[in-house]
């Protein structure tokens, strides 16, 4: 079964920088792609970025020119660099993954606060 454990969330205040990871367990193929997306409170999950195995991105239109993504093949491992960050960015960041012949797996989320 394919984990995915999300960590570098954090306090920062406006204008910082913070770097998501999220590292995939439980696979011996390469994620077809591998996703941020995030949940602020009294709000739905929206999509933040994605990155595909050929190194394909997209991103949000909320996100584009401050958030990059990032991967590590080897390591299944996918990245979120967050600079520039602003108060409503703030919300469980979420990781998810399709991996080959399987579903759609989500991590548990990890918390950014951004402060005025």
């Known amino acids: 079964q394919v984990q995915l454990v999300e960590s570098g969330g954090g306090l920062v205040q406006a204008g910082g920088s913070l770097r998501l990871s999220c590292a995939a367990s439980g696979s011996s193929r390469s994620a077809n792609f591998m996703a941020w997306y995030r949940q602020a409170p009294g709000k739905e999950r929206e999509f933040v970025a994605l990155i595909t195995s050929t190194g394909t991105t997209n991103y949000a239109d909320s996100v584009k020119g401050r958030f990059a993504i990032s991967k590590d093949t080897g390591k299944n491992t996918v990245y979120l660099q967050m600079n520039s960050l602003k108060p409503e960015d703030t919300a469980v960041y979420y990781c998810?993954?399709?991996?080959?012949?399987?579903?759609?797996?989500w991590g548990k989320g990890t918390r950014v606060t951004v402060s005025s």
């Open positions: 998810n993954a399709k991996f080959p012949y399987s579903a759609q797996f």
